[in-house]
């Protein structure tokens, strides 16, 4: 069992920053793959950014490439969502999730094993 839990949500400013983190439970950290995931009310979940086990690969969607950067650190059992040029659509509740695995392909939301409870982002224009 992996508990996930975030933070780093708030409000910004349009073209501001915020730093969200996902902290893990468990001993197994290094096992999983971890992505971050947004959605609002009524929309479909988007998956924004995953890293692999080493944090060697990452992969991002398009509508935040170049802005959001994904990290890890093993050691403190955390994920990093950096998020600079903050757009008003990025507002969205923020998820990390984890899927353990052996491999590098970007899994899709429904094959990760375990989310966080989410973190609110609000961007003001």
């Known amino acids: 069992q992996v508990q996930l839990v975030e933070s780093g949500g708030g409000l910004v400013q349009a073209g501001g920053s915020l730093r969200l983190s996902c902290a893990a439970s468990?001993?197994?950290?290094?096992?999983?793959?971890l992505g971050w995931f947004r959605q609002a009310p009524g929309k479909e979940r988007e998956s924004v950014a995953a890293?692999?086990?080493?944090?060697?690969?990452?992969y991002y969607a398009d509508s935040v490439k170049g802005r959001f950067t994904i990290s890890r650190d093993n050691a403190k059992n955390t994920v990093y969502l950096q998020m600079n040029s903050l757009k008003p659509e990025d507002t969205d509740v923020y998820y990390c999730a984890a899927k353990q695995t052996v491999g590098w392909v970007v899994p899709q939301g429904n094959e990760y094993d375990y989310w966080g409870q989410g973190t609110q982002v609000t961007v003001s224009s």
């Open positions: 890293i692999s086990r080493t944090g060697d690969s990452k």
């Open positions: 468990g001993r197994t950290f290094s096992r999983y793959i």
